[in-house]
């Protein structure tokens, strides 16, 4: 029997400990923040510090998701209430298909846009309720939410600036709308400081850039 003990504690010791979980980063905010920007400065950091990562958006990232934003952003009319269910399928795909894997070989995902927006666009900006789509979002992702959120917080009238001639349908809304949405990343933020990072989006990138970098070595999960 001690032979037999000592024989599966050293198999158990030869067995390649799992690999540790990809961080996961979601960057938020309204239209025109920088969120692209700021997704390629993280990243180039992480690979430079020899991470793998995998950058992706919502929606899209997958096939399927390239389907379902050009639909929903560049096609006819959408209902708000169908404009939710989309953005939420296309979620429910991503995470499935692309986050969750990614996340338990080791990989970070770094994500432009992820749950919040849809809180922010259909909850508050479609007036279809703040809890009502949380809750629709919350079964669509199983549960996962990323280690850090990043909002990028940038006035309606600066974004638009910054996108210029070119809008997609949630783009070309009026500015109460992108008002409420961004008064409502504000206070998704507020109400968990933890989870969140939130940062004044008219900053010199490489500023916004080292604030990132500055919590997420406060926080213990990059060097």
């Known amino acids: 029997m001690a032979n037999s003990t000592r024989d599966d504690a050293s198999t158990l010791a030869e067995q390649p400990s799992s690999p540790r979980r990809g961080l996961f980063v979601a960057f938020e905010g309204g239209d025109g923040a920088g969120k692209s920007t700021q997704v390629r400065l993280l990243t ?10 995998v950058v992706t958006r919502q929606p899209g990232g997958t096939p399927l998701g390239s389907e379902i934003r050009d639909l929903v952003l560049h096609g006819g009319h959408v209902s708000p209430r169908a404009e939710a269910l989309l953005f939420a399928a296309d979620k429910a795909h991503h995470v499935d298909e692309l986050i969750r894997p990614s996340l338990a070989r080791g990989i970070d995902v770094l994500t432009d846009r992820y749950t919040d927006s849809s809180i922010a ?19 669509a992702v199983g549960g996962l939410f990323p280690d850090l959120t990043i909002v ?12 210029g001639a070119t809008h997609d349908r949630l783009e070309s ?9 961004r008064q409502h990343f504000l206070e998704i933020a507020a109400a968990a400081p ?3 990072l939130v940062l004044d989006a008219t900053l010199p990138p490489e500023q916004l850039h080292r604030k990132i970098v500055a919590r997420l070595r406060a926080e213990g999960v990059v060097q």
């Not at 809304?173 to 949405?181: I, M, N, T």
């Open 152 to 163: 990028l917080d940038v006035s309606p009238e600066v974004g638009r600036a910054r996108r």
């Open 121 to 139: 666009y259909q909850g508050a900006g479609r007036s279809l309720g703040s809890d009502e789509v949380h809750q629709l979002l919350t079964w």
């Open 194 to 196: 933890e989870r969140y």
């Open 173 to 181: 809304e009026h500015d109460d709308f992108h008002a409420r949405v």
């Open 44 to 53: 180039a950091m992480l690979e430079e510090a020899g991470r793998e990562v």
